[in-house]
């Protein structure tokens, strides 16, 4: 482990000028009191103070390989030294040998990538080249999804980080979700919403399907819940989008690479879709980096057509000589079969905390990817906390982390769900390590209940 140098009156300063000067995302500003990071190795980072914190969130469940993965710096550091940028219409190695990895990692016949600075482009690339593909203009999106904060983006999104942004991009229709422990529609199971295809030959039938270009979808829900789907629906959705000629995308931007306990979490359900949105785990957020793949049918079908976008960091040499080593480094450690083989292990151990803590009410999810949803009452299923509660109305979550964190456990909860989702490379003892801090923690959340 690195060493841990302390000192505190530069970490007053750092959160000082973080409060002063910096805008943070989605947050009240005054209210905003970040933990100044000085340093980070593997699965933990530590404060100016010395303290150090186990990260059960991989930050923004990006940070797959964790901090400092030496590999990960030598790619970086190597290719600085050869050349910093270039611009995308010229050839250069790591773009071109992580857009051929990419075809190989990736399920099925994805064959061509667009590169982007982060999840979003990504996803309005995809959208926008659907749309040019079928002629068509509606794009179908869910109730509880994120798709990033950009102008389409934020209005594919379900969740009320779309608010302020509306009315946004035109011609985004919503569905809901099969979120089976609150069926949207009340219904039992198996329910039509959560089964998949009959919602969406409904909204179809009322919308026109020859209007639908696409249907996008997370296919794990992540920040809204940490969501998968019950068996068949992916697969139905899938059928659907076929018989109408609408191109199905699928964001992985959380939950690819590795995260579910396979390469892509398509590939639970055997699932391809037309296009496939990357980013974060891609490379672990070590420069900014996202994804578009797109299959060969629309790789064909570009051939002989003027693709519409661009950006001048598409595919920049030090975002992409990591995604090539971050590759690397899954082949050669065993990166997802880690996922899985832990992800197991965490599995059991979420579901036996449910047993002595009255507060989680369900536990869900693959891989090292698990939301606790948190209730007052299980037999009401009332949420902990109000759906978008902020301020004083999320107090028993705050309670909570706060409790983690002074402990050493750093947790992202959003809303009512602790999301679950370390660094892929964690170890059974880190993974104990933090499932006895929030053994404790959770003890704070019980009081509410
Ligand atoms: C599923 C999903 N899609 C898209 C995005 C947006 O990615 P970015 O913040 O890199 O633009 C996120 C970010 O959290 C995400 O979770």
């Not at 059960?56 to 590999?71: C, E, T, V, W, Y």
């Not at 920040?223 to 789907?229: A, D, K, L, R």
Request: with cysteine; net charge negative; proline share 6%.
């Amino acid at each position: 482990m690195a060493t841990v140098e302390t000192n505190s009156e530069l970490g007053q300063q750092v959160v000082a000028d973080a409060k002063e000067y910096v805008l943070h995302s989605w947050s009240v500003q005054d209210a905003v009191n970040p933990v100044a990071v000085a340093g980070g190795e593997g699965r933990y980072f530590w404060d100016y103070d010395g303290k150090r914190y186990l990260d059960f969130a991989s930050q923004l469940i990006n940070l797959s390989l964790g901090h400092q993965h030496p590999k990960l710096v030598a790619a970086i550091q190597e290719q600085a030294a050869k050349v910093c940028t270039i611009g995308p219409p010229m050839a250069t190695e790591p773009r071109s040998t992580l857009a051929r990895l990419l075809a190989d990692v990736t399920p099925g016949d994805l064959a061509m990538s667009f590169f982007t600075n982060g999840g979003a482009e990504a996803n309005e690339n995809a959208i926008k080249l659907a749309r040019w593909y079928t002629g068509r203009h509606k794009v179908i999106a869910r109730y509880r999804s994120y798709h990033g904060a950009t102008a389409g983006a934020i209005t594919l999104t379900g969740d009320p980080r779309r608010w302020p942004a509306e009315p946004g991009m035109p011609g985004v229709v919503r569905m809901f979700d099969p979120y089976t422990y609150r069926c949207p529609a009340g219904h039992p199971d198996p329910c039509p919403v959560c089964t998949g295809a009959p919602h969406l030959e409904e909204i179809l039938q009322y919308e026109g399907a020859d209007t639908v270009a696409a249907v996008i979808l997370e296919t794990v829900t992540g920040t809204n819940g940490v969501i998968p789907p019950p068996d068949g629906h992916l697969q139905s959705i899938r059928e659907v989008c076929d018989r109408h000629g609408i191109v199905l995308i699928l964001d992985e931007v959380m939950a690819g690479f590795g995260r579910t306990g396979k390469w892509f979490a398509c590939e639970n359900w055997d699932v391809v879709p037309d296009i496939l949105t990357v980013a974060k785990g891609i490379n672990s957020g070590y420069v900014p980096l996202g994804a578009m793949v797109v299959n060969e049918k629309l790789r064909d079908w570009l051939r002989d057509k003027p693709f519409a976008g661009g950006l001048t960091y598409s595919g920049h040499p030090l975002a992409c000589a990591s995604g090539v080593a971050s590759i690397g480094i899954f082949r050669e450690e065993g990166i997802v079969e880690n996922a899985a083989e832990q992800g197991r292990y965490l599995a059991d151990a979420l579901r036996a905390l449910q047993e002595s803590h009255p507060s989680i009410g369900d536990v869900r999810g693959l891989g090292l990817f698990w939301g606790l949803e948190l209730v007052r009452s299980r037999e009401t299923r009332e949420p902990l906390v109000p759906f978008n509660a902020a301020g004083a109305d999320a107090k028993p979550v705050a309670h909570l982390t706060k409790a983690a964190l002074d402990a050493g456990l750093y947790l992202f909860v959003h809303w009512n769900v602790i999301m679950i989702a370390p660094p892929l490379n964690i170890t059974r003892e880190e993974l104990d390590e933090g499932l006895a801090i929030l053994d404790d923690a959770l003890a704070v959340a019980d009081e509410y209940t």
